[in-house]
Every structure is written in C-alpha cells, then in structure tokens.
C-alpha cells in the first residue's frame, strides 16, 4: 500500500510561482511512474504533467507545457511540481498519483492505483 501526502499549495498572484511537492509512505517509490493532475470545481479530473520511474521521461499537458516542470527525488520518495508564470485557469486541486510498480507513464486516471488527498492551489488575477 502506498501513501501520498502533498504540500505547497496556496494562494498566489497571477504571474506567481508555487513548487508542490508529495512525499511517497510505503511500497516501491523508486520504481512507479508518478503524476501530477488536477481537478476544477465543476470539472473532471485532468492530467497535467507524469515522471517515469527513473526520472527521465517526462510528459505534460499542452496548457502547462512550458510553464510547469515535474522531476522526483527518489532518495527523498519525493515527486515535486514546479509552476510558474501560474494563470487564473491554473485554479484547481492538486492531486499526485502513482502508477504500478515499473508500469507505463499514463496521462489517464485509470493509469494510476494510489492517490493523494489533493492540494488547493488558488491564482488571483
């Protein structure tokens, strides 16, 4: 059984930076894929960014593609979410997930079998 806990989240001005961070409790870290996605009140959950297990693949939505950057620190059990030049449609929670032990980067919910409480992050325009 896996454990997800994230942090970091908050309010901030349009333009701003957050950095989330989810530290992983139990099971393999160092070898499940991990995402990032998040959901806006009234709308589904959706992708927004994935690391495989070794840290060198990385996948992002189109609407963050440049704007935010996943990487992992697997001494730490730590995937972490950078997010900059953060807009009013970045207004969501954050949720991290992880993927099966040495399974597949997936951009669908379906693809992930443990995840965390979520995190609120607010943009202010």
């Known amino acids: 059984q896996v454990q997800l806990v994230e942090s970091g989240g908050g309010l901030v001005q349009a333009g701003g930076s957050l950095r989330l961070s989810c530290v992983a409790f139990?099971?393999?870290?160092?070898?499940?894929?991990m995402g990032w996605f998040r959901q806006a009140p009234g709308k589904e959950r959706e992708f927004v960014a994935a690391i495989g297990w070794s840290g060198g693949n990385t996948y992002y939505a189109e609407t963050v593609k440049g704007r935010f950057t996943i990487s992992r620190d697997n001494a730490k059990n730590t995937v972490y979410l950078q997010m900059n030049s953060l807009e009013s449609e970045d207004t969501a929670v954050y949720y991290c997930a992880a993927a099966r032990a040495f399974g597949p980067v997936g951009r669908v919910t379906g693809s992930y079998a443990y995840w965390g409480q979520g995190t609120q992050v607010t943009v202010s325009s």
């Open positions: 139990g099971g393999t870290f160092g070898s499940r894929p």
